[in-house]
Every structure is written in C-alpha cells, then in structure tokens.
C-alpha cells in the first residue's frame, strides 16, 4: 500500500526558515504529483506547493511564492519543501499528499487530485 512519511517542521521565529521532507513508499504510477497543503484549525487544506513527478515542474500557492521552494530528489522517492522568510500565518499541520495515479500533466495544486496523505506535521512561526 501507498505509505506518505513527513518529517522535519517544528518551531522558528517569524523572518527564519524551515525544512519539511516527504518520502513516498510503494506507489507505482508513471507520472503523479506530489504536493504540500496547510491546515488550520476550522480552515480548509490549502496548497502551498507541487511538483509534477515527471519532469519536476512545480507550482506555487500566491502567498509563498518567491519564499518557498519544493524540489524532489533525483530518483523521484523524496520531497522537499524549503521555507524562507516565513511569517506567523504560515503555522500550521503541513500534510505532504500524492495523486492516485496521473495528476494531467502539470504540477497540481488541486486539494481534489491528491489521494494519499501523510500523518502531518505541526509547523508553529513566532512573532
């Protein structure tokens, strides 16, 4: 079965930077997206970024662009997402999720596409 493992976040002052990691075990799919969404308490997930797996393409959500970056490592198993320059809005539980099979050709950024998920991870940012 499909298995998301998300690892690094935890706490830092607002202005700092974070690293959150992705691995993907046992998917078997060509040509999926993987993606990092947010959430807050009482809020829907919201994207923060993907990466379309076949040629590393990737998408931003409007609010980290230029801040944050998404990168997959070269044999496609791992996901990265390095933030910069982050402000308090950006806490949250960072859920790292990958398509159920062909995500159409470009990085995703739709909350619908993505089918497995990982447990979550907590990412709090000080003022």
């Known amino acids: 079965a499909v298995r998301v493992e998300e690892s690094g976040g935890g706490s830092v002052q607002a202005g700092g930077s974070l690293r959150l990691f992705c691995e993907v075990f046992e998917y078997s799919w060509r040509d999926p997206c993987m993606a990092w969404f947010r959430q807050t308490p009482g809020k829907e997930r919201e994207a923060v970024a993907a990466?379309?797996?076949?040629?590393?393409?990737?998408a931003y959500a409007d609010s980290v662009k230029g801040r944050f970056t998404v990168s997959q490592d070269n044999d496609r198993t791992t996901l990265t997402l390095q933030m910069n320059s982050v402000t308090p809005d950006a806490s949250a539980i960072y859920y790292c999720?990958?398509?159920?099979?062909?995500?159409?050709?470009?990085?995703?950024?739709?909350?619908?596409?993505?089918?497995?998920w990982g447990q979550g991870i907590q990412v709090n940012v000080s003022s």
């Open positions: 990466v379309y797996r076949l040629d590393g393409r990737t």
């Open positions: 999720g990958i398509t159920g099979g062909s995500c159409g050709g470009w990085p995703s950024l739709a909350l619908r596409r993505y089918t497995h």
